[in-house]
């Protein structure tokens, strides 16, 4: 049962276009979401992250978009530059007491074509 | 500031085998995570340790174990291995455990089951 999809394993996208990453949630009581980003054969750098009581955050080329009634987030990078290929994460965060725990999507690899 | 550091890179094992890996998390941080990565399935929660205790576990077997040092150094253990524990093992480390610390992570152990 995954909480947090990511439905797109692949994206490909021209350099200087827009990148759209999606990514979907079952669970209502997560309350805080945040982008990874991850290069082969390294672990995973944090991009951007967007607490729930807003709907949008901007970080330069950067911006995550939070739709709670859909339960939906989006992660749009303007303009896609070729450093951009890799695959992002898109992972949740509960609001359950003292434990924290990051559930993450599956990963969508993105390849900006030059 | 050094980053996350875990040790070794990579593993090879044989089934019925098992194995310790390491993680040292970046200085002052005290809250020490662990992921699975397997192709398609995204990065699975093993468990996190805060102050020498374990705070949360995953949907993971008794087979995969882990501790932490009082200097925040964590180890995690899998015993009794099997081909499908073949995977990149992250770990991930924050300030605290509470709240909405970002996580940061390590390259990762790439472990071999063969």
């Known amino acids: 049962d995954q909480q947090v999809k990511q439905n797109s394993p692949s994206l490909s996208v021209q350099e200087g276009r827009i990148s759209i990453l999606n990514c979907d949630y079952t669970?209502?009581?997560?309350?805080?979401f945040l982008w990874y980003k991850k290069y082969p054969a390294e672990g995973p750098t944090f991009l951007i992250s967007i607490s729930s009581i807003k709907d949008k955050n901007e970080d330069g080329r950067f911006t995550v978009f939070l739709n709670k009634s859909a339960k939906h987030l989006s992660l749009h990078i303007v303009p896609s530059q070729p450093g951009d290929s890799a695959v992002y994460f898109c992972a949740a965060v509960g609001s359950s007491g003292s434990a924290r725990q990051l559930t993450f999507g599956s990963g969508t690899q993105l390849t900006v074509l030059p | 500031k050094a980053g996350v550091t875990q040790t070794p890179r990579y593993l090879i094992k044989t089934r019925g085998q098992q194995v310790t890996l390491s993680c040292s998390p970046i200085?002052?941080?005290?809250?020490v995570s662990w992921y699975q990565q397997t192709p398609g399935q995204g990065l699975q929660f093993l468990f996190e340790?805060?102050?020498?205790?374990?705070?949360n576990k995953g949907n993971f077997p008794g087979r995969f174990s882990g501790r932490q040092f009082s200097n925040s150094r964590s180890e995690m253990n899998v015993s009794t291995l099997e081909l499908g524990d073949s995977a990149l093992y992250l770990c991930a480390s924050s300030l605290v455990a509470t709240g909405q610390e970002t996580q940061y992570f390590g390259p990762g152990t790439r472990l071999l089951v063969l």
């Open positions: 669970n209502s009581m997560f309350d805080y």
């Open positions: 340790y805060f102050s020498e205790t374990q705070r």
């Open positions: 200085s002052g941080h005290r809250s």
